[in-house]
């Protein structure tokens, strides 16, 4: 129980500052919606750098992990407005922006995980 409660309340965290970045930085005149890209990428790297930290040293709880990781981290990132945002652009016609959300948001997604676990072997 007490997991699930440390779940929540890092998802609740994650998914308020999601609201945040996404309130100040979409852009309605590009229709790019470039809060969920910077929300997804610095979850990416954030979730690099926790689980990259906790297997280098060792020193995370498993309830540490689990409200930083699973609760923040999935609560910040988000696949279903990822998916939903490239709906709308595929059914505008903005083809451009499509492919260019999509196609840099897993290239930059993957690298910014690796980039975070690099970042804390290497330090």
Known sequence: MK??????LGGGLGSSLR???GNYVNNSTTGIPYG???A???GSLFIGIIL???VKNDTLSQNTILFLATGFCGGFTTFSTFAYENHVLLKTG???AF????????IIGFAAVFFGIWLVRFT
Do not use: K, P
């Open 3 to 8: 997991q699930l409660l440390l779940v929540f």
């Open 19 to 21: 609201y945040i970045v």
């Open 36 to 38: 969920t890209f910077l």
């Open 40 to 42: 997804n990428m610095l």
């Open 52 to 54: 990259g930290f906790a």
């Open 94 to 96: 903005d083809f451009t």
């Open 99 to 106: 492919a260019l959300y999509t196609i840099g948001s897993f």
